[in-house]
Protein backbone atom coordinates (compact mmCIF):
# COMPACT_ATOMS: atom_id res chain seq x y z
CA UNK A 1 0.00 0.00 0.00
CA UNK A 2 1.52 3.29 -0.81
CA UNK A 3 2.47 5.61 2.03
CA UNK A 4 -0.29 7.94 0.95
CA UNK A 5 -3.21 5.33 1.36
CA UNK A 6 -2.83 4.80 5.28
CA UNK A 7 -5.22 7.93 4.98
CA UNK A 8 -7.79 5.97 4.03
CA UNK A 9 -7.16 4.06 7.87
CA UNK A 10 -8.07 7.29 9.52
CA UNK A 11 -11.78 7.26 10.79
CA UNK A 12 -13.67 9.76 13.58
CA UNK A 13 -14.12 6.78 15.70
CA UNK A 14 -10.27 5.35 15.41
CA UNK A 15 -9.25 9.18 16.09
CA UNK A 16 -11.61 9.34 19.19
CA UNK A 17 -10.62 6.67 20.64
CA UNK A 18 -6.56 7.11 19.95
CA UNK A 19 -6.89 10.41 20.96
CA UNK A 20 -8.83 9.10 24.26
CA UNK A 21 -6.09 6.33 25.16
CA UNK A 22 -3.06 8.81 24.39
CA UNK A 23 -2.87 10.32 27.76
CA UNK A 24 -3.15 6.81 29.50
CA UNK A 25 0.08 5.52 27.01
CA UNK A 26 2.17 8.49 27.71
CA UNK A 27 2.12 8.62 31.29
CA UNK A 28 2.76 4.53 31.03
CA UNK A 29 5.87 6.19 29.30
CA UNK A 30 6.77 9.07 31.47
CA UNK A 31 6.16 6.11 34.53
CA UNK A 32 8.89 4.00 32.75
CA UNK A 33 11.09 7.41 32.47
CA UNK A 34 11.17 7.74 35.80
CA UNK A 35 12.28 4.24 36.17
CA UNK A 36 14.72 4.05 33.30
CA UNK A 37 15.63 7.54 32.46
CA UNK A 38 18.60 6.81 30.01
CA UNK A 39 17.19 4.04 28.62
CA UNK A 40 14.03 5.91 27.74
CA UNK A 41 16.03 8.96 26.88
CA UNK A 42 17.63 7.01 24.08
CA UNK A 43 14.27 5.16 23.01
CA UNK A 44 12.97 8.70 22.63
CA UNK A 45 15.82 9.33 20.29
CA UNK A 46 15.45 6.57 18.39
CA UNK A 47 11.61 7.08 18.33
CA UNK A 48 12.14 10.68 17.04
CA UNK A 49 14.56 9.54 14.18
CA UNK A 50 12.09 6.55 13.40
CA UNK A 51 9.34 9.17 13.46
CA UNK A 52 10.46 12.13 11.29
CA UNK A 53 11.68 9.98 8.82
CA UNK A 54 8.07 8.08 8.71
CA UNK A 55 6.78 11.67 8.88
CA UNK A 56 9.33 13.29 5.74
CA UNK A 57 8.64 9.54 3.32
CA UNK A 58 4.67 10.70 3.86
CA UNK A 59 4.89 13.79 3.03
CA UNK A 60 7.64 13.94 -0.12
CA UNK A 61 6.62 10.54 -1.45
CA UNK A 62 5.02 10.29 -4.75
CA UNK A 63 2.08 8.24 -6.10
CA UNK A 64 2.43 7.15 -9.67
CA UNK A 65 -0.52 9.85 -10.36
CA UNK A 66 1.41 12.79 -9.15
CA UNK A 67 3.24 14.85 -11.84
CA UNK A 68 3.85 18.28 -12.46
CA UNK A 69 5.01 21.16 -10.54
CA UNK A 70 4.43 22.34 -6.95
CA UNK A 71 1.63 24.79 -6.03
CA UNK A 72 -0.44 26.65 -2.86
CA UNK A 73 -3.45 25.50 -2.00
CA UNK A 74 -5.80 26.86 0.92
CA UNK A 75 -7.20 23.92 1.09
CA UNK A 76 -10.62 22.12 0.74
CA UNK A 77 -12.11 21.52 4.79
CA UNK A 78 -12.93 25.08 4.40
CA UNK A 79 -14.94 24.42 1.68
CA UNK A 80 -16.32 21.31 3.37
CA UNK A 81 -17.50 23.24 6.44
CA UNK A 82 -19.79 25.81 3.93
CA UNK A 83 -21.36 23.27 2.56
CA UNK A 84 -19.35 21.47 -0.09
CA UNK A 85 -22.51 21.67 -2.89
CA UNK A 86 -20.09 19.93 -5.40
CA UNK A 87 -18.88 17.14 -3.63
CA UNK A 88 -19.92 13.77 -3.06
CA UNK A 89 -20.03 12.09 0.19
CA UNK A 90 -17.10 9.77 -1.37
CA UNK A 91 -15.46 13.05 -1.78
CA UNK A 92 -16.26 14.70 1.92
CA UNK A 93 -15.37 11.68 3.20
CA UNK A 94 -12.16 11.79 1.89
CA UNK A 95 -11.49 15.25 3.02
CA UNK A 96 -12.33 14.52 6.14
CA UNK A 97 -10.04 11.56 6.63
CA UNK A 98 -7.39 13.42 5.03
CA UNK A 99 -8.01 16.22 7.70
CA UNK A 100 -7.56 13.87 10.76
CA UNK A 101 -4.53 12.47 8.57
CA UNK A 102 -3.13 15.88 8.90
CA UNK A 103 -3.81 16.60 12.69
CA UNK A 104 -2.89 13.35 14.40
CA UNK A 105 0.52 13.10 12.40
CA UNK A 106 1.80 16.04 14.69
CA UNK A 107 0.39 14.48 18.14
CA UNK A 108 2.95 12.23 18.74
CA UNK A 109 6.40 14.58 17.68
CA UNK A 110 6.02 16.53 21.31
CA UNK A 111 5.85 13.38 23.09
CA UNK A 112 8.91 11.94 21.45
CA UNK A 113 10.56 15.80 21.24
CA UNK A 114 9.86 15.28 25.09
CA UNK A 115 11.30 11.69 26.03
CA UNK A 116 14.48 12.62 23.73
CA UNK A 117 14.88 15.74 25.69
CA UNK A 118 13.85 16.31 29.10
CA UNK A 119 13.40 19.60 30.62
CA UNK A 120 12.98 21.33 26.73
CA UNK A 121 10.11 23.93 27.69
CA UNK A 122 6.99 23.33 26.16
CA UNK A 123 6.94 26.50 23.74
CA UNK A 124 10.38 25.45 22.36
CA UNK A 125 8.72 21.67 21.71
CA UNK A 126 5.75 23.84 19.70
CA UNK A 127 7.67 25.77 17.87
CA UNK A 128 10.09 23.09 17.27
CA UNK A 129 7.23 21.28 15.60
CA UNK A 130 5.31 24.30 13.76
CA UNK A 131 9.10 25.13 12.39
CA UNK A 132 9.11 21.45 10.99
CA UNK A 133 5.32 22.04 9.54
CA UNK A 134 6.32 25.16 7.94
CA UNK A 135 9.59 23.82 6.45
CA UNK A 136 8.04 20.83 5.05
CA UNK A 137 5.08 23.10 3.04
CA UNK A 138 7.62 25.43 2.36
CA UNK A 139 9.94 22.39 -0.02
CA UNK A 140 6.92 21.07 -1.24
CA UNK A 141 6.15 24.65 -2.61
CA UNK A 142 9.68 25.26 -3.56
CA UNK A 143 10.28 21.43 -4.77
CA UNK A 144 7.30 20.89 -7.51
CA UNK A 145 7.32 17.47 -8.32
CA UNK A 146 3.20 16.74 -8.11
CA UNK A 147 3.51 18.28 -4.35
CA UNK A 148 0.93 21.20 -3.20
CA UNK A 149 2.02 23.24 -0.03
CA UNK A 150 -1.11 23.45 1.56
CA UNK A 151 -1.36 26.16 4.25
CA UNK A 152 -4.66 24.07 5.96
CA UNK A 153 -1.85 21.38 6.50
CA UNK A 154 0.70 23.85 8.22
CA UNK A 155 -2.72 24.79 10.71
CA UNK A 156 -3.89 21.32 10.82
CA UNK A 157 -0.17 20.08 11.26
CA UNK A 158 0.59 23.17 13.89
CA UNK A 159 -2.74 22.12 15.90
CA UNK A 160 -1.76 18.15 15.69
CA UNK A 161 1.22 19.03 17.49
CA UNK A 162 -0.54 21.58 20.01
CA UNK A 163 -2.71 18.49 20.99
CA UNK A 164 0.55 16.32 21.44
CA UNK A 165 1.16 18.82 24.20
CA UNK A 166 -1.55 18.68 25.65
CA UNK A 167 -1.93 14.86 25.61
CA UNK A 168 1.65 15.39 27.37
CA UNK A 169 0.66 17.59 30.01
CA UNK A 170 -2.61 15.74 31.00
CA UNK A 171 -0.18 12.73 31.27
CA UNK A 172 2.41 13.99 33.48
CA UNK A 173 -0.35 15.23 35.52
CA UNK A 174 -1.77 11.33 36.06
CA UNK A 175 1.47 10.31 36.82
CA UNK A 176 1.66 13.03 39.20
CA UNK A 177 -1.30 11.82 40.76
CA UNK A 178 0.51 8.30 40.92
CA UNK A 179 1.87 7.07 44.60
CA UNK A 180 5.31 7.32 44.85
CA UNK A 181 7.57 4.02 44.48
CA UNK A 182 8.97 2.63 48.09
CA UNK A 183 12.59 2.52 48.93
CA UNK A 184 13.27 -1.09 48.66
CA UNK A 185 15.10 -2.01 51.84
Not at 133 to 142: D, P, Y
Not at 144 to 166: C, I, K, M, P
Amino acid sequence: MPLWQTVLLVTPARTAVALLLAPFAVTALLAVETRWAEGTRTAGRIGLVLYASLVIAATFSLSPAETGGGGLSFGSLGYLLSGGENLGSMEKDMIVRQSLANLLMFVPLPVLISLSRPGLRSWVTLGSCVTLTFVIETVQFLGGGGRVADAEDFLLNSLGAGVGLLVLTAARRLAALAPPERARG
